[in-house]
């Protein structure tokens, strides 16, 4: 069970610090094609923000796309080693990074940009869903073994 768990976790975060290491080497003086693609989308939920009245703190989205990057990548390899805090790390960058980047909900229905970006939110959403069963089963697995029934020695 251990080799395969390990293989398991190795395969799965294989796509968090791939998709980072991506993103460093591409980020450059300008952010890369990362923050090209960030940018309106950042702008788009300022704008959101921006309708109940609320103003949003003005933050180089350069810095937004490193604290990403640093998320994805350190979850990435935390969660490999099979260290909790990885995958929390990873849980905080898709629950922020997927309404943000894959904003389906922005596009006629019709469109095949919908489709693409339905497709992504539901790929992070099932990536979110297995790193809860992960945290719940390591941690059913702990009570489970905390709990574990003591045998008393019979004497006769």
Do not use: C
């Amino acid at each position: 069970m251990g080799f395969t768990s390990f293989v398991g976790r190795v395969l799965f975060s294989a796509i968090f610090i791939f998709s980072a290491w991506h993103k460093i080497t591409d980020f450059g003086q300008d952010g890369g094609l990362a923050l090209k693609a960030m940018s309106p989308k950042i702008g788009l939920l300022k704008n959101h923000v921006a309708s109940f009245g609320v103003a949003p703190p003005e933050v180089e989205i350069k810095y937004l796309l490193m604290v990403a990057i640093a998320l994805e990548g350190l979850g990435g390899i935390l969660f490999t080693l099979g260290i909790n805090l990885g995958a929390y790390l990873l849980i905080i960058f898709l629950v922020v990074v997927t309404p943000i980047m894959h904003d389906f909900y922005n596009y006629d229905v019709s469109s095949s940009e919908y489709v693409t970006q339905f497709t992504q939110f539901l790929k992070n959403l099932s990536l979110l869903g297995a790193l809860l069963f992960f945290l719940g089963m390591k941690n059913y697995y702990a009570t489970k073994k905390s709990k574990k029934k003591i045998t008393k020695s019979k004497t006769n």
